[in-house]
């Protein structure tokens, strides 16, 4: 069975669906990290700034990353708008409960509902644009302004955040949300095309359970081995077991009638080159980004809102190539080499932060990083979005978005565990020199791998997808 999209009829209706699929994507990613604002308990400070003591806690990740896996089948199973709606309305509901919290445990467990569903969010989004803009030019355009939109969504997050704990409260940075909710439910619910869902196919519930179980035993051990030791049972017994349950994941899915990833859309190679891409560019920023925000916020003593006004650089450079560079470039030169300079480019601004100290600068080394930071993520997630989703059957649609968010989640959870164990190890070795600058020599360590990994998978990029 095939679903066929109604449409918005009109070019001009088609855009306002992309504003309105859009505009949740921003909201859910807007909403201010743990780490910079909400909740003053959870800030960092120069004498612990991170839970091992040099970086942030892949924790905050896992909800997201896990519930990826499941979220595949659902913009299928129940309709990309009827998701995007649900998504819309059980986030709006796990904010107003963080924001109510009267304990860390209820902020916690508030803050992980977030996570399950924005993992609802992103592909039914993603999965409206491919089945809405066809031409291949337009679907540039799209992907490229979703991108900005994404990328906007965090830095408003950071300022916002700065400016609701500064000058109302904390609980406000969740709150806000509720009126965004109600607008962004009732535009969508008017202005969003439907698409059937093959109410036939069945969500293969074991495998989402396998799927997430193996990637929560991959970040913990990972995690684990910044404080017990690569050699520690723990630590081994966790990545074995991921092992054993991602291996099994995979297995399954080649067998089940209705698989949450069908294989089928990991034979492209420029496909698994797409995903290869978002998830090691996700491995080197998204840690960087929390160990950047300690520098600011812990050692160079920003306040919440200068520490959201300080990362908007990242959003100019993101703005430009993913809305201008990027989608005049797509169609020209195909998206090999958008890929590989856009990875690149994230790489040489890891690399630039590989000279962070205590006393370093923001103009002279801080934002030249960011810049770049920017340039790589504009160039290079449009493409990725446009390459992940061409050319595929409308059915599967839902499982090439979703495997869109859950490689960027599971590459920023792997590579906040692996950079956090980084930093610590450069951290304990450099302690002679000080608390602070043992701290900030962490973070730069981190910041060289980080930067190394990204130009390797550069060159990996540029062999797997062909030529155009």
């Not at 649900?86 to 304990?103: E, K």
């Not at 859950?406 to 920023?412: E, L, M």
């Amino acid at each position: 069975m095939s679903s066929v999209i109604e449409a918005p009829t009109g070019a001009r209706n088609r855009w306002w669906a992309l504003g309105c699929s859009d505009w949740p994507s921003c909201w859910s990613s807007s909403t201010p990290p743990s780490s910079t604002s909400p909740c003053p308990q959870c800030r960092p400070t120069s004498a612990c700034p991170t839970s091992h003591g040099s970086g942030p806690s892949p924790r905050t990740r896992w909800p997201t990353a896990v519930c990826c896996c499941s979220a595949a089948a659902w913009p299928t199973g129940f309709g990309r708008k009827n998701t995007l709606l649900i998504g819309i309305a059980c986030f709006a509901l796990a904010s107003a409960v963080g924001g109510a919290a009267t304990g860390t445990g209820m902020l916690i467990a508030a803050r992980a509902a977030q996570g399950v569903f924005a993992a609802l969010l992103a592909p039914s989004t993603v999965s409206l644009l491919t089945l809405t803009f066809t031409e291949p030019r337009e679907r540039a355009k799209a992907f490229g302004i979703l991108s900005a939109i994404m990328t906007a969504g965090g830095a408003v997050g950071l300022v916002l955040g700065g400016v609701l704990t500064e000058y109302l409260d904390w609980r406000w940075c969740l709150f806000v949300n509720l009126p965004i909710a109600v607008v962004a439910g009732v535009a969508g619910w008017f202005v969003l095309p439907n698409v059937p869902g093959h109410h036939e196919a069945k969500i293969d519930w074991f495998s989402g359970l396998i799927g997430s179980a193996g990637i929560v035993s991959l970040v913990y051990g990972l995690s684990e081995a910044a404080s017990r030791g690569w050699d520690s049972l723990p630590v081994l017994g966790f990545l074995g077991l991921a092992v054993v349950l991602l291996a099994t994941f995979a297995l399954r899915q080649a067998k089940v009638p209705n698989p949450l990833l069908p294989l089928s859309v990991l034979k492209d190679r420029d496909r698994t080159g797409a995903y290869f891409s978002i998830g090691a560019a996700s491995f080197g920023m998204f840690g960087m980004f929390l160990f950047l925000t300690y520098q600011l916020q812990a050692i160079m003593h920003y306040g919440a809102l200068a520490t959201g006004l300080a990362f908007l650089p990242i959003l100019a450079g993101n703005l430009l190539f993913a809305t201008q560079i990027s989608p005049r470039l797509l169609p020209r030169t195909g998206p090999r080499p958008l890929l590989v300079i856009g990875l690149l480019l994230l790489a040489s601004g890891l690399a630039v932060l590989t000279q962070l100290t205590p006393d370093a600068s923001y103009a002279g080394l801080i934002l030249p990083a960011e810049v770049l930071l920017g340039m790589g993520a504009g160039l290079s997630m449009p493409t990725v979005m446009n390459l992940a989703t061409g050319r595929i059957e409308p059915r599967d649609t839902g499982a090439a978005s979703a495997f869109i968010t859950t490689s960027q989640q599971v590459g920023a959870s792997i590579g906040t565990a692996s950079l956090n164990t980084i930093a610590a190890s450069a951290t304990a070795s450099a302690a002679g020199i000080g608390a602070t600058a043992a701290t900030v020599h962490g973070y730069a360590a981190a910041g060289g791998w980080a930067a190394g990994f990204v130009a390797v998978a550069a060159v990996g990029v540029g062999v797997l997808v062909r030529r155009r």
